[in-house]
C-alpha cells in the first residue's frame, strides 16, 4: 500500500513522509536525498514499508516532522512491533494511530500520555491478554479498536478515562467469556462489537452505563442463557445482533427495557418458542430475523404487538403450523420470508392465511411441502408483488388462484408434478399474459400421455378431466354432540382413479391427532364418464373417541393423501351437552351446570 500526496505550504514543495508500515515513503522536489538502505527508491519515491523492527531507519529526518504537523495520521501496521511507539513531540499532534498486525502484548500508559489529540486508535490484530484499570490515560478518543487479540479479562475502571468521549469500541475476535457487570460506563459510545468471543450467559444489567449505544454486535459466543434486563439500560439501542449462538427462547425478560430496539437479529440460534408477551418491550422493531432455528409453529400471540414490523424473516426453520390470525397485528409488514420449512396445509387449505397483511410486497415460500394453491390460499395479498412458489412439488393450481394480486410482477415456481387435466387449462394462458413465462418452470406428471412435457407445450384440447388421480372427498364428517363418558365416531370417504396408495390423517383444531383410534378400508367400483367407465378407488376413514368428556370438544377433519395431493374434508365440530340440575332448597331454585 503506498501514499502520494502533494501538501503545499506556502506555494513551497513540500517533501512528504508516511510512517506506513514504519517505513518511509517520500515525494520530493529537485533535490532529493541520498535513498536510505534498505529501503528501495523508484524515482522520486522512497518505499521503506514491511521492513522487520532491526531493519528500520534509525532516526527520522528532522525534515519529516513538518509532515507531521500538517498530516497527523500515522499508521504503523504490518511489522513487528512490541510497544506502542515513542514518536517524540510528534506524538502531541497525531489524531490517528493504527499499530495493527504487530506483536504489541501491553497497552502502554505512558506512550499514549504523549498523544494529546488522538481521536482513533487501532490496536487490533496484536498479542494484548487483558485491559487493567491503568491502561489508559485521559484521551479524548472516539475510536477504540481491540479487536483480533488475546484479550480475556477486563478490569473495573479499565475505560473510565476515555468515559467522556468513546463512541465505537470494537472488542471481537477476542477471548472474553464473561462481561463484568457495569463494566462499560461510556455514556458517549454508539457501537459496540462483542462478537466472535467465548460469552455463554449475560446477566441483568451488564450493559448500564450505555446509555447512547446505538449498535450491539454479540454473534458467535455461544450464548445460551439471556437474564431477565440482560440489556437494560440501552434506552436508545436500534440493532442487536445474536445471531450465531445457542439461545432458546424468545421472552419479554431479556429483551426488558428495548425501547427504540428496530433491528433484532436471532438467526443461527436454537429458538423453538416465542413466548406470548415477547414483544411487549420493543414494539417498534422494523426488522425481525428468526431465520435458521427451530420453530416449528407460529401461534396468534407469536408477533402480538410488531405493528410497525416490516421485515419479517423466518426462512431455514421446521414451521408447519401457523395458527389462524398468526399475522393478525403486522400491519406495516412488507416482506415475509418462510423459505424452506414444512409448510402445505396453511396454504392448501387455510381460509386466507396471509389475508391481514395488506401492505406485503414479497412473499417467499419456496422449498416447503406445498402441493396445492387453492383460490383462498393468497386472498387479502393485494399489494404483493413477489411470490416465491419455487422448489414446491406443486401438483394442482385451482382456477383464479392468483387472480386477487393485481400488483403482481413477479411469480416463481417450478415443478414437474403437475395433474395436467381440464381444472389447469387456465393457467398456461394466464401466466403468458402476466409476461411469467421466463419465471415459470412447469411440466406435467399426469396423464401418462402428457408426462414429462411443459405445460406451456401442451394445446388447449389436450387438457381435459377423464379422470381423477387427486382424492376426492366424497363423505364429509358430521358436526355431533355428545354426553361426557359417551363415544363419537367421525367418518369420511374419499375416491381416486389411481392406484397411488393413500394416507388418512385427522385433525383437531389444525393439530394432527396421534395415538388415536382410526380404522381405514377401500373398495373398487366402477364409475361411467366421457371415456367410458372408470374403475375407482374409494377409501373411508373412521375416527373413534371413546369415552369423551369436555377436553375433547373442537373441529375435526379428516385428511386423504396419495402421490398425487391431499384433499381436506370439511370441520366437523364436537359440542358436550351440558347436564342441568335444579336443585331445590328453601323455595330457593338454584341452576347448576354440570
Known amino acids: 500500500m503506498r501514499y502520494f500526496t502533494q501538501p503545499r505550504l506556502v506555494e513551497a514543495r513540500l517533501c512528504v513522509l508516511s510512517l506506513v508500515f514504519w517505513g ?7 533535490n532529493i536525498r541520498t535513498c536510505p538502505p534498505p529501503c528501495a527508491c523508484f524515482g522520486e519515491l522512497v518505499d521503506c514499508s514491511r521492513l522487520k523492527r532491526g531493519q528500520m531507519p534509525e532516526t527520522i529526518p528532522e525534515w519529516t516532522l513538518l509532515y507531521f504537523s500538517f498530516h497527523p495520521h500515522r499508521k504503523l501496521n504490518h511489522n513487528e512491533l512490541d510497544a506502542i511507539p515513542d514518536l517524540g513531540s510528534v506524538a502531541s499532534n497525531v489524531t490517528t494511530l493504527i499499530v495493527a498486525n504487530n506483536k ?10 504523549a498523544f494529546l489529540v488522538l481521536e482513533t486508535l487501532d490496536l487490533s490484530n496484536n498479542n494484548i491478554v487483558d485491559l487493567k484499570a491503568s491502561s489508559f490515560p485521559t484521551l479524548p478518543l472516539k475510536n477504540l479498536y481491540l479487536n483480533n487479540n488475546r484479550i480475556s479479562s477486563l478490569e473495573t475502571g479499565c475505560f473510565t478515562n476515555l468515559s467522556s468521549t468513546l463512541q465505537v469500541l470494537r472488542l471481537n475476535r477476542n477471548r472474553l467469556s464473561s462481561i463484568p457487570a457495569k463494566i462499560f460506563q461510556l455514556p458517549s459510545l454508539h457501537h459496540l462489537d462483542l462478537s466472535r468471543n467465548r460469552v455463554r450467559r449475560v446477566e441483568g444489567l451488564t450493559f448500564h452505563g450505555l446509555h447512547a449505544l446505538r449498535s ?9 442463557r439471556l437474564m431477565d434486563g440482560a440489556f437494560w439500560g440501552l434506552s436508545n439501542m436500534e440493532v442487536l445482533q445474536l445471531d450465531y449462538n445457542n439461545l432458546t427462547e424468545v421472552s419479554k425478560g431479556w429483551l426488558y427495557g428495548l425501547l427504540t430496539l428496530h433491528q433484532l437479529h436471532l438467526s443461527h440460534n436454537a429458538f423453538s418458542r416465542i413466548r ?7 414494539q417498534k422493531l422494523s426488522e425481525l430475523n428468526l431465520s435458521s432455528n427451530h420453530l416449528s409453529r407460529l401461534e396468534e400471540s407469536s408477533f402480538v404487538g410488531l405493528s410497525l414490523l416490516d421485515q419479517l424473516h423466518i426462512g431455514n426453520n421446521r414451521v408447519s403450523f401457523i395458527a389462524d390470525g398468526a399475522f393478525k397485528g403486522l400491519s406495516s ?3 415475509l420470508d418462510l423459505q424452506n420449512n414444512e409448510i402445505s396445509w396453511t396454504i392448501e387449505d387455510m381460509n386466507g392465511p396471509f389475508s391481514a397483511l395488506d401492505k406485503l410486497k414479497k412473499l417467499f415460500l419456496q422449498g416447503n411441502k406445498i402441493r396445492s394453491v387453492t383460490k383462498k390460499s393468497f386472498s387479502g395479498l393485494d399489494a404483493l408483488q413477489h411470490l416465491d412458489l419455487s422448489n414446491n412439488a406443486i401438483m394442482s393450481i385451482q382456477a383464479n388462484a392468483f387472480s ?8 416463481r415456481l417450478n415443478t414437474s408434478s403437475l395433474l395436467c387435466d381440464c381444472q389447469l387449462k387456465w393457467f398456461p394462458v394466464w401466466v403468458a399474459e402476466q409476461s411469467f413465462l421466463s ?3 412447469a411440466s406435467c406428471a399426469h396423464p401418462q400421455m402428457l408426462k414429462g412435457r411443459s405445460m406451456f407445450s401442451v394445446s388447449q384440447e389436450d387438457f381435459v378431466c377423464d379422470d381423477f388421480p387427486k382424492p376426492q372427498i366424497t363423505v364429509q364428517p358430521e358436526t355431533q354432540s355428545a354426553l361426557k363418558g359417551g363415544n363419537v365416531t367421525f367418518v369420511c370417504s374419499a375416491a381416486s382413479s389411481s392406484d397411488s396408495p393413500m394416507t388418512f390423517a385427522w385433525k383437531k383444531d389444525n393439530e394432527v391427532l396421534n395415538d388415536v383410534e382410526i380404522h381405514n378400508q377401500a373398495h373398487l367400483r366402477m364409475q361411467g364418464g366421457a371415456a367410458g367407465d372408470t374403475e375407482v378407488t374409494e377409501y373411508t376413514t373412521t375416527l373413534q373417541l371413546r369415552t369423551v368428556d369436555f377436553s375433547s370438544e373442537g373441529k375435526y377433519q379428516c385428511v386423504i393423501s396419495n402421490h398425487f395431493g391431499s384433499s381436506y374434508s370439511t370441520k366437523a365440530r364436537l359440542t358436550m351437552y351440558k347436564t342441568i340440575m335444579i336443585i331445590h332448597s328453601n323455595d330457593i331454585r338454584q341452576l347448576v351446570m354440570i
Request: net charge positive.
Open 104 to 113: 504489541i502484548s501491553r497497552i502502554s500508559i505512558e506512550r499514549l500520555r
Open 404 to 411: 386477487q394480486m393485481k400488483n403482481l410482477q413477479d411469480l
Open 276 to 282: 406470548p408477551d415477547a414483544w411487549e418491550f420493543c
Open 333 to 335: 409488514l412488507q416482506m
Open 24 to 30: 518511509l515513503q517520500r515525494e520530493c522536489g529537485a
Open 439 to 441: 419465471c415459470v418452470n
Open 216 to 224: 450491539l454486535k454479540m454473534q458467535r459466543n455461544g450464548l445460551s
